[in-house]
């Protein structure tokens, strides 16, 4: 058992090294440095820097130093906490994200919550009550629910808070609160704007789950052991729950790590048509302006939630199934 | 049909001979897939877009860019054959759009003019259009009107006029074309990578399967918003749709070669790959001409069930402001102007598209179960 977990655990470390040699490729891929766009900047100005003017700019930071070089050294600040500069802000790339980062991690693992919280008793329903009103219902808001672009659920909401309620349904504090500190007025505020993001996020994964949960739960009630149990008298419920759903919550607790990527994928949008204080728009706009470290640090932060909850579902699944547990894969 | 004509013969005088004994394979697929009736509902759609977009030259009353300067932020218009006095028309009309000056706001309102019809005409001659890379000219369209001041958008204007009914028929050619183009690239990624995993195994093996793990649990949006945004900005519009779709057909390729490599890992000591060999097939020749077909019908499922996730990205990535960019349209880059939540309440038939992208991804599902049902037409 010591070995998986090992195994896992190194898994994650190296997948990490290997996003941060991403992320970086990724932010050094616009034509460009700062130091170009810098001049492009002070040209508009008026003002024309010399060669060598640009050039010692080019040796205070570092820029005309090998690509690995540069690498490592912004390996080694993020190591340390410090994540480099933001040129559109002015400010320390760590500073800003430390301020959005919370919001994006409170909405990732409330949907994450949601989606298993509803998609867990809905599939065990639709599997029990198979091809009852109920389960059909569910299959036609699956189909739609998993055919609907997040952005797409957000604007329609939106437009009908707008018509029906002359609200709106973006934000995530009302406008008392917006810069309050945090206070347990603020969190109730905070847990009445979430549920719209939340659901809006966590719609499609939900969906999802249901068909897997309920085609697996399927799969498991027509096994003879089911039959067996029932014979010998246990009680439907009991006899539900202690096997065919442990069974079938297995190949569920497998995908947090996925759900958790697409979560995580779909938030920056949601982030933006919600308007959203969390880390989403900041990403987009950091691609838009090419505000690189910015961008850079956001890519490794979301890559790095998702390889820690890899990891978690991971380890869950180790301590529930005792096949993986003792190191057979099948 | 003509075999299954003859099938049907044979079947016939030797009553001991079952019709689905004599079946090809690819004849029990289509008769399992037959069955299911959502399937072939989904598919029916599809055709339709398909079709339609194909000619949207055609269907379409005007061109994408083409703007109606007295009709801006237009309702959607609707087509009557009953008058306002009663009187029945054969052929449809709409009602006259007047300008008017609002006495309060002093901003310009189109109203209805129900005492001046408009009758519509039916393959009409009007703009010049050419179709199939110019193979053919032509200037008829479906409908259209006689007069230049007569209009009809079906569906509404945006904010520059622009008729929101051809811009979807010419934006659902852009996002079916992407999306076919992206699952071809990532058919061929897929077989390829996946194959050469699966047929040697060992040491590439290893790295391919690691690269795939890699690429699968990297929350895929951020990255390719990312790689999206690092297009040149001064890019054509057509080198800017090459490197989308590039961009999005990295997405589809992993599942592909999963399955591809799962497959040639098990058929790969099989009696009949063996005879291939010993009859100095070469590597390529084995996998391509003697495995491959074996489970054709995976990977066509496979496709289908990643078309949707294609265009939902590239409807994301255009709607960003990242992805295509007008002129050229998508559903994505219709969806674009619906991102400003003023004029989306004021104008919500400016969320259309986004309908049709649903419905487009719903017919997808539907013929994906159908065909994951189908692929394997031996099974009860």
Not at chain 1, 157 to 180: K, M, P, Q, R, W
Not at chain 2, 350 to 372: E, S
Request: proline share 4%.
């Amino acid at each position: 058992m010591f070995n998986v977990v090992a195994n896992r655990i190194l898994w994650a470390c190296l997948m990490m090294a290997a996003i941060s040699v991403v992320a970086f490729t990724l932010i050094q891929l616009p034509p460009g440095d700062f130091v170009d766009s810098y001049v492009n900047h002070k040209q508009q100005g008026g003002v024309i820097m010399t060669k060598d003017e640009v050039a010692e700019m080019r040796g205070t930071l570092g820029l005309d130093r090998p690509m690995y070089v540069q690498y490592f050294d912004w390996v080694g600040g993020v190591v340390q906490g410090d994540f480099g500069f933001s040129w559109e802000f002015r400010r320390p790339v760590s500073e800003i994200i430390g301020e959005r980062l919370p919001l994006t991690l409170i909405l990732a693992f409330t949907t994450l919550l949601f989606t298993y919280l509803t998609a867990i008793p809905i599939g065990i329903y639709s599997a029990v009550r198979q091809y009852s009103v109920g389960d059909h219902v569910f299959t036609v808001l699956g189909y739609i629910g998993l055919a609907t672009p997040n952005f797409m659920f957000a604007l329609v909401l939106l437009y009908f808070a707008h018509v029906f309620f002359g609200t709106s349904a973006g934000g995530l504090f009302s406008a008392e609160f917006e810069t309050a500190p945090w206070s347990w007025a603020r969190i109730v505020d905070l847990l009445a704007h979430l549920w719209v993001p939340v659901v809006v996020l966590g719609t499609a994964g939900t969906a999802f789950q249901i068909r897997t949960m309920r085609a697996t739960l399927l799969d498991e009630l027509n096994k003879l052991y089911v039959t067996a149990a029932r014979a010998s008298g246990v009680s439907e419920f009991r006899l539900l729950i202690k096997y065919p759903v442990r069974m079938a919550i297995n190949p569920i607790v497998s995908t947090i790590g996925w759900e958790l990527t697409n979560i995580i994928s779909g938030a920056p949008i949601v982030g933006i048509v919600l308007s959203l204080p969390d880390t989403g728009p900041l990403f987009v706009d950091a691609l838009l302006n090419s505000d690189l470290y910015l961008a850079g640090a956001l890519i490794l932060i979301y890559c790095g939630l998702v390889i820690i909850g890899t990891l978690i579902s991971d380890l869950l699944l180790i301590a529930l199934d005792p096949r993986i547990r003792m190191g057979s894969t099948a | 049909m003509a075999s299954a004509g003859t099938n049907a013969t044979v079947a016939a005088r030797t009553a001991a001979v079952r019709l689905t004994d004599t079946a090809t394979h690819w004849q029990l697929m289509w008769w399992k897939f037959r069955r299911h009736k959502m399937a072939l509902l989904g598919g029916g759609i599809l055709a339709l877009m398909v079709f339609f977009s194909l000619f949207a030259e055609f269907f379409a009353p005007y061109t994408p860019q083409e703007r109606t300067a007295k009709y801006t932020q237009g309702a959607p218009m609707g087509f009557h054959f009953i008058d306002a006095e009663g009187s029945i028309h054969l052929r449809p009309f709409v009602y006259a759009r007047v300008t008017k000056r609002d006495k309060v706001t002093l901003r310009l309102v189109p109203t209805v003019d129900t005492t001046t019809r408009w009758p519509i005409k039916f393959f009409v001659r009007s703009d010049d259009y050419k179709w199939m890379w110019g193979l053919i000219e032509s200037d008829i369209h479906f409908f259209g009107f006689e007069e230049r001041k007569e209009f009809l958008h079906l569906l509404g204007t945006d904010q520059l006029g622009r008729d929101i009914f051809s811009r979807i028929l010419y934006a659902t050619r852009t996002s079916l074309s992407i999306g076919a183009i992206g699952v071809l690239l990532s058919f061929v990624l897929g077989i390829v990578l996946g194959g050469i995993a699966g047929y040697f195994g060992g040491m590439v093996d290893n790295l391919i399967m690691r690269l795939i793990e890699f690429i699968r649990s990297v929350p895929t949006l951020p990255l390719w918003l990312a790689l999206a945004a690092a297009l040149p900005r001064e890019w054509t519009a057509l080198q800017v749709y090459i490197s989308i779709t590039a961009i999005l057909a990295l997405i589809g390729w992993t599942h592909l070669a999963r399955r591809v490599r799962g497959k040639l890992l098990s058929l790969r000591e099989e009696e009949f790959v063996l005879a291939a060999r010993l009859s100095g097939c070469s590597h390529a020749r084995i996998v391509a001409r003697h495995m491959l077909p074996s489970f054709m019908s995976y990977m066509i499922v496979d496709l289908t069930i990643s078309f949707p996730y294609i265009i939902m990205a590239e409807t994301a990535l255009s709607f960003l402001g990242l992805g295509m960019r007008e002129p050229i349209v998508s559903w994505g880059v219709l969806l674009y102007s619906a991102q400003n939540i003023r004029s989306m309440i004021l104008m919500p038939w400016l969320l259309i598209p986004g309908l049709v992208v649903i419905i487009a991804v719903i017919a997808f599902n539907f013929l994906g179960d159908g065909m994951r049902d189908a692929a394997d037409p031996y099974s009860q």
